[in-house]
């Protein structure tokens, strides 16, 4: 009987205290929940500029000083251009806005329909020319509404914006100077083992390159290429529909065919025929292909997803946290990934001899 009492014991303050350990963490988790994003995208940035710290730290020999000068790379190659591009895109926005509220395609469209009232789809023309200043109407009305309330917000945020970009390379000091130190303890804590963990890690880093690879490379190829592409047909505000595919291209197999795909049927409607028909061959031929061909061996092998859940993982982050879950979204289903790899190479195993 004694020995039952203090089985009961052990086993009430054990349960005791992993409650403990639940509501602490959950606690700690709502506190730091507001800087999530900022703790989320320094650990992004010390995986993707640790190479760089280590060759400083291996020629200057002082920590503190290596984790500095890479900061000033991060904010050199990172945050200058981002700032430079912000400011490009609100001002370009505005001069799109401007421009068709004042000038009119009514003439271009009816020479156009009085050429291909023929064809088949001659009656589809017509009723675009007759529908045209509603459309033109409802466009330019988004097109403001969306570019004035995004500036309108990116003013008001700014400060937000200053403030979460502090805390964000604040914690990237800490992550380059002590992230070996933070890594070894979290394996010290944790109870599936090194071996496994340094999987984790690996699965975590190698997913967050290739992503990234993914991101910048291949969506800036088709960004420049689709800037350069309605510089020379004469799209008006190139470079924002540049910056845009770029974005757009974070999503696999959707991409950039959104903005070459109608910018070059309106170009044919409106009876700019060459540039219509430069736009979509080089679409399709070029910028669609583009994706096809790096995206397998820059971002495969790196992150050894299928595509459907590349798609999916994508769709779905940013779908929950925004433009940062482009890179949330796939993390979260490669470490489950890994974690299923684990269970059938080693704990089923290890449950089949028990």
């Not at 730091?32 to 940035?45: E, H, T, Y």
């Not at 109407?137 to 403030?163: C, D, G, H, P």
Request: hydrophobic share 50%; with cysteine; net charge positive.
């Amino acid at each position: 009987m004694q020995k039952t009492h203090k089985i009961s014991f052990v086993t009430i303050r054990s349960a005791f205290f992993f409650c403990l350990i639940v509501l602490l963490g959950l606690g700690t988790a709502y506190l730091i929940r507001p800087f999530f994003f900022p703790l989320f995208w320094a650990a992004v940035v010390a995986v993707m500029f640790h190479p760089t710290y280590k060759w400083l730290e291996k020629h200057l020999k002082i920590p503190t000083l290596s984790a500095i000068i890479t900061i000033v790379c991060v904010i050199v190659t990172i945050f200058l251009p981002l700032i430079l591009v912000s400011s490009l895109l609100v001002h370009e926005s505005t001069a799109i806005y401007q421009k068709i509220s004042q000038h009119d395609y009514g003439q271009q469209i009816a020479d156009t329909a009085a050429q291909l009232e023929s064809l088949p789809f001659g009656p589809a023309i017509i009723s675009a020319q007759q529908n045209w200043p509603e459309y033109a109407s409802a466009t330019s009305e988004s097109l403001s509404k969306f570019v004035f309330s995004n500036i309108k917000s990116i003013t008001q945020n700014s400060v937000r914006f200053t403030f979460l970009s502090f805390i964000m390379l604040y914690c990237l000091y800490y992550f380059l100077k002590d992230g070996k130190k933070i890594l070894e303890r979290l394996m010290y804590l944790s109870p599936i083992g090194n071996k496994q963990e340094k999987k984790l890690y690996q699965r975590f880093t190698s997913t967050v390159r290739g992503t990234l690879k993914g991101t910048v490379i291949i969506g800036g190829i088709q960004g420049f290429l689709g800037w350069l592409l309605f510089v020379i047909t004469g799209v008006e505000g190139a470079f924002v529909w540049g910056v845009v595919m770029t974005i757009l291209s974070i999503v696999p197999a959707i991409g950039s065919f959104l903005v070459w795909l109608p910018a070059g049927i309106i170009m044919l409607i409106i009876g700019n025929t060459w540039q219509g028909v430069t736009i979509l061959l080089v679409g399709v031929i070029v910028i669609g292909n583009i994706d096809n061909i790096l995206r397998p061996p820059m971002v495969g092998k790196d992150i050894e997803m299928h595509p459907l859940l590349v798609l999916f993982s994508t769709l779905g982050g940013i779908a929950l946290f925004g433009i940062s879950g482009f890179i949330i979204g796939p993390v979260v289903i490669a470490l489950f990934l890994a974690v299923m790899n684990m269970y059938s190479h080693f704990y089923k195993k290890e449950l089949g001899k028990n």
